[in-house]
């Protein structure tokens, strides 16, 4: 129910709009004095404000001034007399959304109203379809291709987990798989898709800005906080909001991620009330979670929390037959944007590229694609468009060890076990520790990753 503000020294003016206003469903309140307009417009959510200007010994322009310096997206209806026209005017530069002059009818107010607060909605769409399209222009991914066993079964989850507005959802897989792509099609099919849908990339943001732009602050929370900010769990309110890269959150984060999760309400930073959200959580992350609750790095309580509905997207290496309508996809897309002629790919070439492991997944191959599509304008794509690591994909399987025994002959078991411990030292290192990436460097079972860290005591694997 939206909440506005009658600030006005004449009481039958305000038990008039009041009246006018409760009628409609709204909840109106009032003050007749500056002060406390400007601080309940400091501390609560009000999202219209009617001002008179002649506030008795007080002025509504300054009023309004200090409003708009607390909070500059406030939306403030200015009330004048006939005498005050030039003023109300002035109140409009000064950013004021409109002026009505006394005496009012009640559908002139109803009007307004109305106009006004469609007007705030549109305004919230317009930031939310921004961030939206400068986050899918920055993914170059928009839509969902592929007919695989795997990815029919992510269509079926979706379309299932869609019909239940309140379920959280987590969805993992490795990066370039598509997961926030799954994360709109839940938004778009849901009884929320006509609400905003929220996006951010948890670690792509220090600990405390990611605070802040969840939760948003009121104004002087901190040394350069001059306005009130809105978080985006409250833009997302009625959407969806997704929380990618989730495995990245700090702690102290994912302690107040469980609290919003429970008790469903949020507080800004600097802020001395909870507000109700009503807002599904999606969240996706390409950690083997699991391990990062192990390694501390993740809090189990929140995992259980998210868990509620799981979805895996997995990689492409293991989809291959998704690659081909991958590439017709990109192609054709791409030979458009840039105003080519390149209509399709050879065998050799699709030989090549169903071959390559894809480490970056859909994201790598549309990035190939794209690519080819710029530096080529033949109508077959051949191997030699192709890069080079698409060609030299095969693993190792011989390195250049010295194998000449010497004379007094050598300590077999000991060696192969020294070789055996650099080489697993070797790709633990280039992968940072991560065992999922160490075992795909080894082509190695996990488990048999993991025993032999053991028994080499390489530590624990991230």
């Known amino acids: 129910m939206e909440r506005i503000l009658i600030v006005d020294d004449e009481a039958f003016i305000r038990e008039n709009l ?53 909070d500059p997206e406030v939306l403030v209806i200015i009330i004048t007399g006939y005498g005050t026209v030039e003023s109300a005017v002035e109140a409009l530069k000064m950013g004021a959304y409109d002026y009505i002059k006394k005496p009012f009818k009640a559908d002139a107010i109803r009007l307004i109203v109305k106009l006004a607060l469609e007007t705030q909605n549109l305004r919230r769409e317009v930031r939310q379809l921004r961030r939206g399209s400068q986050s899918r222009e920055a993914s170059g991914d928009n839509l969902m291709v592929g007919s695989s066993e795997q990815l029919t079964q992510v269509y079926r989850q979706i379309r299932e987990v869609a019909k239940h507005e309140t379920s959280t959802v987590l969805i993992t897989g490795e990066s370039g798989t598509g997961k926030e792509l799954v994360a709109r099609a839940i938004h778009q099919l849901s009884p929320r898709k006509s609400k905003p849908f929220v996006e951010i990339n948890c670690g792509s943001l220090p600990f405390n800005l990611l605070e802040t732009e969840l939760f948003g602050h009121e104004r002087g929370a901190f040394t350069d906080a001059k306005t009130r900010k809105i978080g985006l769990f409250e833009e997302a309110n009625g959407g969806t909001i997704f929380l990618d890269e989730i495995g990245e959150m700090d702690m102290n984060l994912q302690v107040k991620l469980l609290r919003v999760l429970e008790d469903r309400k949020i507080r800004r930073l600097g802020g001395n009330r909870n507000i109700d959200i009503d807002v599904r ?34 990689p492409l290496r293991q989809r291959r037959e998704d690659i081909p309508p991958l590439l017709e996809f990109f192609l054709k897309h791409f030979s458009k944007e840039f105003h080519k002629n390149v209509n399709e790919i050879s065998r050799a070439a699709l030989d090549l590229l169903m071959r390559y492991h894809w480490p970056g997944n859909v994201r790598e191959l549309r990035n190939v694609m794209e690519r080819v599509c710029i530096m080529h304008n033949q109508e077959t794509i051949t191997p030699e468009c192709l890069p080079r690591e698409i060609w030299g994909e095969k693993p190792q399987d011989e390195a250049s060890f010295d194998y000449r025994i010497p004379p007094e002959g050598i300590l077999f078991e000991e060696i192969v076990g020294r070789l055996e411990r650099d080489l697993i030292a070797q790709a633990v290192g280039i992968t940072g520790g991560n065992i999922a990436k160490t075992a795909r460097l080894l082509n190695l079972p996990r488990g048999t990753l993991r025993y032999k860290m053991e028994k080499y005591e390489l530590g624990e694997a991230s």
Do not use: C, W
């Open 281 to 314: 959580v999606v969240a996706a992350t390409n950690l083997e979670i699991k391990e990062a609750i192990e390694q501390k790095g993740f809090r189990e309580d929140l995992y259980y929390r998210l868990n509620v509905f799981p979805i895996h997207v997995a």
């Open 18 to 70: 009041e009246r006018i206003l409760g009628e409609d469903g709204y909840h109106p309140y009032s003050t007749d004095n500056g002060d406390d307009a400007v601080k309940e417009v400091g501390e609560a959510d009000v999202d219209l404000v009617f001002l008179d200007l002649n506030l008795g010994a007080e002025s509504g322009l300054e009023v309004l001034r200090a409003m708009r310096e607390v």
